[in-house]
């Protein structure tokens, strides 16, 4: 042991090939924890935990779409198999473009859906009987735009209200159990995400927005609290370019470049 918080964890995060996964990854593997890294780039993965890292054998990269159903049973059936699985951070997130109802295509609806809420669905639903037994903690990142409509899309927004009710509805089963399920709502991180905007935000913006550590950090708070406390959902906003109630396009006041992603 050396003391660091999540030493002798094991946690799976989706989404670690860039933004909030990959930092929210990288933060827990310096943490101590033994680092699962979900996304179906290996190589972005792999470079985004750097040689350092991959060399400890405590972050390890797994090319994987998480829509993929049996291919998350898989993995987390041979992870559960080898060792506990204490934690899951669930990150991987996916919008387009063409989002809004007008131009949303029936193929793109299904895909953010796909991605977004039934990829979290096809992780919970897997490693719920290893959080039972470990009394783990599952963290998914959902979004401000899943309770305040903004420009985001409908997709994107219907997704991000299902996997808050997704928490929600498994934390009031499991928590007898101890297994403690978290949503993190942010408001616009600078991350790549933020490129698929059908007018990608201009640098004052970006500047302004959170930065993947700083929800990184959020989960790491959440993974280390004592196992008697539960935070259903933490918001976690800009300060200087968003506050609850402001926190997208849809408010008059607002340039449409503030949605969240
Ligand atoms: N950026 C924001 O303003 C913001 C605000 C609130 C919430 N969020 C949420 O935060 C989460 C992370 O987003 P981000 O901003 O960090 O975006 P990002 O930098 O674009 O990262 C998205 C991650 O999701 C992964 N991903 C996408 N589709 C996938 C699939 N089918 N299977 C597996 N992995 C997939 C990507 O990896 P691959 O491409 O390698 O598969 C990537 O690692 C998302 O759920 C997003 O909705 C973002």
């Known amino acids: ?37 979900v996304a179906r780039r290996k190589e972005a993965m792999e470079k985004g935990a750097g040689e350092e890292r991959l060399a400890t054998g405590r972050l390890i990269p797994h090319a994987l779409d998480v829509s993929d159903r049996e291919g998350v049973e898989a ?6 198999g080898r060792e506990r699985i204490d934690l899951l951070v669930l990150a991987a997130g996916t919008n387009v473009p063409d989002r809004s109802l007008e131009k949303l295509s029936p193929e793109d609806w299904e895909r953010i859906l796909s991605v977004n809420l ?12 290893h959080l039972r037994t470990s009394r783990g903690q599952a963290i998914l990142i959902g979004s ?7 420009a985001s899309g409908p997709a994107y927004q219907a997704s991000k209200a299902g ?35 059908p007018a990608p935000p201009p640098r004052e913006v970006r500047e302004r927005a959170l930065r993947p550590r700083d929800v990184a950090r959020a ?19 800009p300060a200087g370019l968003q506050a609850l109630g402001k926190t997208g396009a849809a408010t008059p006041q607002l340039p449409p470049e503030e949605e969240d992603a």
């Open 1 to 37: 042991m050396n003391g660091r918080p999540l030493s002798g964890c094991t946690a799976i995060v989706t989404g670690a090939s860039s933004g909030i996964g990959l930092a929210t990854a990288n933060l827990f593997c310096d943490s101590g924890a033994r680092v699962h890294a």
């Open 75 to 80: 993995l987390v059936a041979e992870t559960g």
């Open 118 to 129: 039934c990829g979290a669905f096809y992780f919970l639903k897997a490693a719920l009987p």
């Open 144 to 150: 401000v735009s899943g309770f305040w409509p903004d």
């Open 163 to 197: 996997m808050a009710a997704l928490a929600r509805a498994a934390g009031i089963e499991e928590h007898a159990r101890g297994v403690r399920f978290s949503s993190v709502l942010p408001g616009i991180v600078d991350t790549p995400l933020l490129d698929d905007r």
């Open 219 to 237: 989960c790491l708070f959440l993974a280390t609290l004592p196992e008697h406390v539960c935070v259903p959902e933490m918001t976690i906003l």
